[in-house]
């Protein structure tokens, strides 16, 4: 884990309105960033922000388009802000991205590489979105993989179940946060 990241996308205000399903997706997420801060791992806070107007949105994109009409991401919005149960602390570095990969409009990539990261341990909102797409992009660019299937969440569980039960483990580690603290807990 010495070259490991954690990255926690999409988790802002609107979408844990959204998606919070009550089950304490906050409370074990909170307790995976603290659980890296103490084994020395970065914490990186991925944001998705549109720009006034939208101006990177196109018609023929649905998905940004229907995030667009629902009112989500506009960068400066409170909705948009990053959770205040996890909010970043001194030290952590916040990327804004313009797609659903963390990777896509951001410069996630030059921060992960200026600091010799290569692994990444993924969590975020949406199971179906932010984190399948960093998951793709993230092996197309030779990271290795950790997926906290506990810290991720998506409005649709049956979807999420899949792709932590049987798609994720193709490509990555696949660990609940209690598993994954005790993996990187000094020995």
């Not at 802002?12 to 074990?28: E, H, P, T």
Request: hydrophobic share 45%; glycine share 8%.
């Amino acid at each position: 884990m010495a070259n490991s990241a954690l990255l926690v996308m999409d988790v802002q205000r609107d979408v844990v309105a959204i998606a919070d399903d009550g089950s304490g997706y906050l409370r074990r997420l909170r307790a995976a960033i603290d659980g890296a801060r103490a084994a020395g791992i970065p914490v990186i806070y991925v944001v998705m922000g549109l720009r006034p107007g939208d101006p990177e949105v196109s018609p023929r994109n649905k998905v940004m388009t229907h995030v667009v009409r629902a009112g989500l991401f506009t960068e400066g919005a409170p909705g948009t802000e990053i959770h205040d149960d996890i909010a970043p602390q001194q030290g952590d570095v916040v990327v804004t991205k313009r797609r659903g990969s963390a990777f896509s409009g951001s410069d996630l990539d030059l921060v992960l590489r200026a600091r010799d990261i290569d692994s990444l341990v993924l969590t975020g909102i949406a199971t179906s979105a932010v984190v399948l797409s960093t998951l793709w992009h993230a092996i197309d660019l030779d990271y290795g993989l950790t997926v906290l299937t506990d810290a991720c969440l998506d409005t649709d569980p049956e979807v999420h179940q899949m792709l932590t039960e049987k798609l994720f483990p193709q490509w990555a580690d696949v660990f609940t946060v209690e598993d994954w603290l005790k993996a990187i807990a000094p020995q």
